[in-house]
């Protein structure tokens, strides 16, 4: 669920840990596209809107679900506006309940989300607890930390809140997330000597870039959701 390109995907590869996907759920054509692409599956595996899968329609016996819902709404870098608006309504981040709704249908051996930091700060204690509970309700023991990108061999500081919910039947208790391991490489060692022209901006683009800046500036801004899009 919320699948972008597919991180969960290619961590499972790089894992060299079989598996057969079922679906995934990714509302972006361009990133339906893209993961299509790179997974080698065709877009018709591609639930699309979450708001609007059925999950009655999902098979039984699904083992993993992943789902790095919307954040929009928590992190420091948006509105911070947590799972509903002044409104009572449900915001981006809000689709957590969706995915929930699916979680609790299908009940996975083992769920996992991901998200920024921010949730599981003190700001947000209370979405957060939201969370937790309702996925222990749902059936599942819940193992949570905050990771750090630079902490598995990867030169970028990024933290984000990883969950996984272990079904309470099978968990064993002995679930632990994984060591840091030492850092060896910068990022100088991973950019490239010579970068391609066509991946340099123009000043047309430029242009382009700071014209919607300035749009959004005086308030015209675009809001996904629903997979409308709502004009303000």
């Known amino acids: 669920m919320f699948s972008g390109i597919g991180a969960f995907e290619k961590a499972l590869e790089r894992l060299k840990i079989p598996y057969e996907l079922v679906g995934y759920c990714e509302i972006d054509l361009f990133a339906s596209k893209a993961y299509s692409l790179l997974h080698g599956v065709p877009e018709s595996m591609n ?90 309700a749902a059936g599942y023991n819940n193992y949570w930390k905050i990771l750090n990108a630079m902490d598995y061999e990867i030169p970028h500081n990024r933290e984000r809140v990883l969950i996984v919910s272990i079904r309470k039947d099978i968990d064993t208790g002995i679930f632990q997330f994984p060591e840091p391991v030492e850092l060896k490489r910068c990022m ?45």
């Open 47 to 136: 639930f699309g809107d979450i708001t609007k899968l059925n999950e009655k329609i999902l098979p039984d016996g699904i083992d993993l679900i992943t789902y790095g819902f919307p954040c929009q709404d928590i992190s420091i870098a948006g509105l911070q506006k947590g799972f509903t608006d002044v409104n009572g309504e449900k915001t981006r981040s809000g689709l957590f309940f969706d995915a929930l709704r699916i979680i609790e249908h299908t009940q996975p051996q083992v769920a996992i989300a991901e998200n920024v930091k921010n949730l599981a700060g003190k700001k947000f204690n209370k979405q957060f607890s939201i969370v937790l509970d309702s996925l222990e």
């Open 188 to 232: 100088g060692d991973l950019l490239e000597d010579e970068v391609p022209e066509k991946y340099f901006l123009t000043a047309e683009k430029l242009k382009n870039i700071e014209f919607s800046s300035f749009n959004q500036v005086r308030g015209t801004t675009i809001q996904e959701w629903g997979g409308s899009v709502k004009h303000y």
